[in-house]
C-alpha cells in the first residue's frame, strides 16, 4: 500500500516508504482515462500506416525475391552498377547509366549484331540487348590468369586467385534479368571472323588499357567489324594537355592493376588506323564517376569505321 497517494486527473503518483528508502510511482489511471488513451494510441497507428509510403510495403512475395537478390549479389565484388529490378542495383564501381547520353549509340539498335569485348558483369551487353540488338555476344577472358600480367606481378599472385573464374556477376545478371546475350570467353588476340562471324557494333570499353600489345589487340578487332567499333578509354590529362605533340601513350608497366598504357585522344585515333580502319573520330571526353573517387576516369570515346 502506497503511503501517499496524488491524482491530477489521469495522472497518478504513489509514494511507498519503508526502512529501505522512498519509492515514486507514476502512472495513468482510471478506466476512463485508459480507454482515452488506447484511442489515441490507436488513432497515432493507423496515421503512421496511412502516411507509410505503398514502397516500403511492398507484396510479400516481391520483399522474399528482393531478399534473396540481396544475399546473392552480396557474396561477390562488382565492377559495373546494373539495375537488376526487383528495387535491387549492383554495388558496383562504375555506375555508368547517369552517362549513357554521352556515348554515340542509337537509341535503337535493331537488328545489328554486336561484340561487347572485355564484357566484366556486362553492363554493355545487357544494355546493347536492351536497345533491341538481333544477337549480342559477351567475351572475356575466362580465369584471370589470362590477363596480361607482368611477370613479376604474376610470380606475387596466389595460384588461386589466377585460376579464379571470371563471369560470375554476368552470370547472377544474365539469369536474374532473363538475358539472351551469349556469353564466350578467349582473348581479344585469339578473335577469328571464321569462328565469330563479323559484326555491325563491337565495343571496347577500357580494355585497351590493361593490353600490353594493344595495336595487335586492334589488329585482331578489325576483320570482325562490317559496321563500327567503339572505343572508350581513360586518358591521361597531361598528355592530352601537350598539344601539338600528335599520338602520346604513357608506359605503366602493368604492375598496378594489370594497368600497361595511358593514352592521348590523339593516339586513340591514331592505333585504329594503323590496325586498318579507314576512319576514326573523336565522339566525347567526359569524366566518369568512380565509386570513392579513386582514380581519374576521364573517358574519350573514339568511333572507328573500316
Ligand atoms: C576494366 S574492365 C572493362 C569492363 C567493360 N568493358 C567496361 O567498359 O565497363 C576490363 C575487362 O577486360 C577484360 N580483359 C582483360 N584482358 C583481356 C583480353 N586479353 N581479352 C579479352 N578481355 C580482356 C577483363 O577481364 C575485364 O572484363
Not at 168 to 184: K, Y
Not at 207 to 219: C, F, K, N, Y
Request: aromatic letters at 8%; charged letters at 25%; proline letters at 8%.
Amino acid at each position: 500500500m502506497p503511503n501517499f497517494r496524488l491524482s491530477l486527473g489521469p495522472l497518478r503518483a504513489s509514494l511507498f516508504a519503508g526502512r529501505q528508502g522512498a519509492e515514486m510511482r507514476f502512472g495513468v489511471g482510471g478506466p476512463r482515462w485508459l480507454s482515452w488513451y488506447e484511442g489515441v494510441a490507436a488513432h497515432r497507428r493507423a496515421r503512421r500506416e496511412a502516411d507509410r509510403p505503398l514502397a516500403e510495403v511492398p507484396p510479400p512475395e516481391e520483399a522474399g525475391a528482393a531478399a534473396d537478390l540481396r544475399r546473392r549479389i552480396a557474396t561477390l565484388p562488382w565492377y559495373h552498377v546494373i539495375d537488376l529490378g526487383h528495387g535491387v542495383v549492383t554495388p558496383g564501381i562504375f555506375d555508368h547509366r547517369p552517362v549513357l547520353p554521352r556515348y554515340p549509340l542509337p537509341d535503337s539498335l535493331a537488328g545489328q549484331r554486336v561484340l561487347d569485348i572485355g564484357t566484366f558483369d556486362g553492363f554493355w551487353a545487357f544494355e546493347f540487348e536492351k536497345r533491341g540488338a538481333a544477337e549480342v555476344v559477351a567475351l572475356d577472358i575466362a580465369t584471370f590468369s589470362e590477363a596480361d600480367f607482368p611477370p613479376p606481378a604474376r610470380a606475387r599472385m596466389a595460384p588461386a586467385a589466377l585460376a579464379e573464374k571470371t563471369g560470375r556477376g554476368f552470370a547472377i545478371a544474365h539469369d536474374v534479368l532473363g538475358s539472351h546475350v551469349e556469353r564466350r570467353t578467349g582473348s581479344v588476340y585469339r578473335l577469328d571472323p571464321a569462328e565469330w562471324g563479323r559484326f555491325d557494333l563491337v565495343n571496347l570499353g577500357n580494355v585497351l588499357v590493361h593490353l600490353r600489345d594493344p595495336a595487335l589487340a586492334l589488329q585482331c578487332i578489325r576483320p570482325l567489324v562490317r559496321g563500327r567499333l567503339m572505343i572508350t578509354e581513360t586518358i591521361d590529362q597531361d598528355l592530352e594537355a601537350a598539344e601539338g605533340m600528335g599520338p602520346l601513350m604513357r608506359y605503366m608497366g602493368g604492375e598496378q592493376d594489370c594497368n600497361w598504357w595511358r593514352y592521348n585522344s590523339a593516339a586513340l585515333l591514331r592505333m585504329p588506323r594503323d590496325a586498318g580502319f579507314a576512319a576514326t573520330e573523336l565522339a566525347t571526353i567526359f569524366r566518369l564517376p568512380m565509386k570513392g573517387g579513386a582514380r581519374d576516369m576521364t573517358q574519350a570515346v573514339v568511333v572507328a569505321s573500316p
